[in-house]
């Protein structure tokens, strides 16, 4: 059994890669990625039940389907696996279409979010795929290879059985120390940026933009303080030192995140810092929490902020109110923090009128930048169904999907009260708001150097300073090193 694990490249798709409006030091260019967390987990999972496998990457290593070819000729897979996400799906089904033609003999199994979002109907849009991986799959996976790929006693899987199509609900695994956390075997590490952390999983909130809670069931599962100080020190002794957090609600439950940040502190991580580059619930980040976590290192935050008053929010089933966020942003800016603030534009109801006071408080607080997007119905969202059912949108779904970029200021549906016009409007707005938001940053920043902060403040926030800087690795890497040292000022 031989086992190929494939991470397809969607960033013509998804932007990933290429010039982001929004961010800061990233654009085209070749800027390597962090290593894809969720193959991690699953490469970690095969290692420890023996199996055979190899990663290709053609994100950050394998730049051609011809390569990808070659390579794959070479290891000769029994079983060839890819990663999946909806924006972009088609590419991901015309990569299967090859594998299957080029590899007749080879058993083709896909994962990831689309998966779960779809269930049986991506074996009809797929029909070179054999099994599909519901939600997790690191004991699923496993459990399929070593049963000589038969799915019939496999939890968490879709697959046909004659004519009909099989979906066995997933069982996910409560104690996710069970799974523990990718070393990375298979990478070759000097290609990649600093690699992520994630000490919980799932989120048991229900955006009505949110995926996370149908591939995770809606449940909240920590890992133990023990085993993320564990994965940390075994970094920190490979050198790295800022650790980006990307769990999708790391606050969630203070009494965690209070015993994790006594753990940090009592390993002396000297010189360590903690990004949370997730959206940090207002509601359950306290200034007492916030406080105790920047004493143990954490420095940037990263707040989902969604909608500047409480109608907005209500409408997205946040379970916030505007008041608290805001009283959020003001703490983490008051302590300290490096705050980043993300918004989203195209809730039911919502008008132009709405966006301007999301635009307000971006402005209102000394914040680093921030960042609106434009709403992406997904398939099983509570968005979708509204925006399909009112048939909102401009364009079919398999079309909006794969057109999708994440600096895409088109929005991808109307309403009466926010015609498509003022939707382009309100991105653009943003666009000078964030631009603003960061020289003001960089100025703040500067203040050592007197009057030559404001001409270097102004530079460094345009557009095409960061285009500049993200066309050249080295350049790049130094661009990061003086934001880092930043922070520090």
């Not at 070749?30 to 420890?48: F, T």
């Not at 079983?79 to 972009?88: A, D, K, Q, S």
């Not at 109307?414 to 943003?430: C, L």
């Amino acid at each position: 059994m031989k086992f190929a694990l494939i991470y397809p490249n969607y960033s013509d798709i998804t932007g990933r890669g290429e010039f982001r409006r929004f961010e800061i030091f990233a654009g085209r260019g070749k800027i390597p990625e962090r290593p894809h967390v969720g193959l991690g987990y699953l490469s970690e999972a095969l290692i420890r039940n023996g199996i055979d496998h190899e990663l290709f990457d053609m994100n950050n290593v394998i730049e051609t389907y011809p390569e990808l070819k070659k390579q794959l000729k070479h290891y000769r897979p029994t079983v060839i696996g890819l990663t999946m996400v909806t924006p972009g799906y088609l590419k991901g089904y015309e990569l299967i279409k090859k594998l299957k033609k080029d590899f007749p003999k080879a058993e083709i199994v896909v994962g990831g979010p689309h998966v779960s979002m779809k269930l049986t109907e991506i074996l009809k849009e797929a029909p070179e795929v054999d099994v599909g991986f519901v939600s997790e799959a690191e004991q699923s996976l496993p459990e399929y290879l070593k049963a000589g790929c038969k799915p019939e006693k496999i939890k968490g899987v879709v697959y046909r059985k004659g004519r009909r199509l099989i979906y066995t609900p997933a069982e996910l695994e409560l104690n996710v120390d069970e799974l523990g956390w990718p070393k990375y075997e298979k990478w070759d590490l000097g290609k990649y940026s600093d690699v992520s952390l994630y000490t919980s999983r799932g989120c048991p909130f229900r955006c009505v933009f949110c995926t996370i809670g149908k591939f995770n069931q809606s449940r909240f599962r920590p890992r133990s303080s023990a085993s993320v100080i564990e994965e940390i020190g075994y970094w920190y002794d490979r050198g790295q030192r800022l650790f980006p957090v990307e769990d999708d609600n790391f606050c969630f439950d203070d009494k965690r995140i209070y015993d994790l940040c006594d753990a940090i502190e009592a390993a002396n991580f000297k010189g360590a810092t903690f990004a949370l580059g997730q959206g940090v619930r207002a509601d359950k980040a306290s200034r007492e929490l916030l406080k105790r976590m920047y004493e143990v290192g954490f420095k940037y935050a990263t707040i989902a902020v969604e909608g500047g008053n409480n109608k907005v929010l209500r409408a997205l089933r946040k379970g916030e109110t505007i008041e608290r966020i805001e009283k959020t942003i003001k703490d983490a800016c008051d302590i300290g923090y490096e705050v980043r603030l993300l918004f989203v534009v195209g809730a039911k109801g919502e008008t132009w009128e709405d966006v301007k006071d999301s635009l307000r408080v971006a402005e209102k607080y000394p914040v680093m930048y921030s960042r609106f997007n434009n709403l992406l119905p997904i398939p099983g969202t509570e968005l979708y169904d509204w925006v399909e059912g009112e048939k909102l949108t401009f364009k079919k779904p398999e079309e909006y999907l794969n057109e999708y970029a994440m600096d895409y200021t088109e929005p991808f549906y109307e309403t009466p009260e926010f015609p498509a016009e003022e939707r382009r409007q309100a991105i653009v707005e943003s666009d000078k708001v964030n631009q603003k938001l960061f020289q003001r940053y960089l100025a703040r920043k500067l203040e050592v150097l007197g009057p030559l902060r404001y001409p270097l403040a102004y530079l460094g926030s345009r557009k095409q300073t960061q285009l500049m800087v993200s066309r050249f690795p080295w350049l790049y890497k130094l661009a990061l090193e003086v934001r880092r040292g930043l922070v520090a000022c």
